[in-house]
Nanobody
Framework: QVQLVESGGGLVQPGGSLRLSCVGS????????LAWFRQAPGKERDAVAA????????YYANSVKGRFTISRQNAKNTVYLEMNSLKPEDTAVYYC?????????WGQGTQVTVSS
């Protein structure tokens, strides 16, 4: 079955950096677009960045443009989210997503907390 497993979250000070990873299995990873979403307490889950096939970037939320970078390594079935210049408002649970054959698949999420 389709599985997406995120890792790399944690506690970081404002201005710091983190790199999130998401490993996919149970599907042909290289044939699907992928995305990162985040959900802060009491808020809706919002898209952060999305990537098409072969590192063709399709989308960044305005709030993260210039600070976050999404990339993929198909040989490792992995999509990354490099996050720099982190702000307290980036605090959220970050989810990996793939939309395949009319269905959305999600990972379990990884917590990112930006605080001094």
């Amino acid at each position: 079955q389709v599985q997406l497993v995120e890792s790399g979250g944690g506690l970081v000070q404002p201005g710091g950096s983190l790199r999130l990873s998401c490993v996919g299995s149970g599907f042909t990873f290289s044939q699907y677009g992928l995305a990162w979403f985040r959900q802060a307490p009491g808020k809706e889950r919002d898209a952060v960045a999305a990537i098409g096939l072969k590192n063709s970037v399709t989308y960044y939320a305005n709030s993260v443009k210039g600070r976050f970078t999404i990339s993929r390594q198909n040989a490792k079935n992995t999509v990354y989210l490099e996050m720099n210049s982190l702000k307290p408002e980036d605090t959220a649970v970050y989810y990996c997503n793939s939309h395949m054959d009319g269905s959305d698949y999600w990972g379990q999420g990884t917590q990112v907390t930006v605080s001094s």
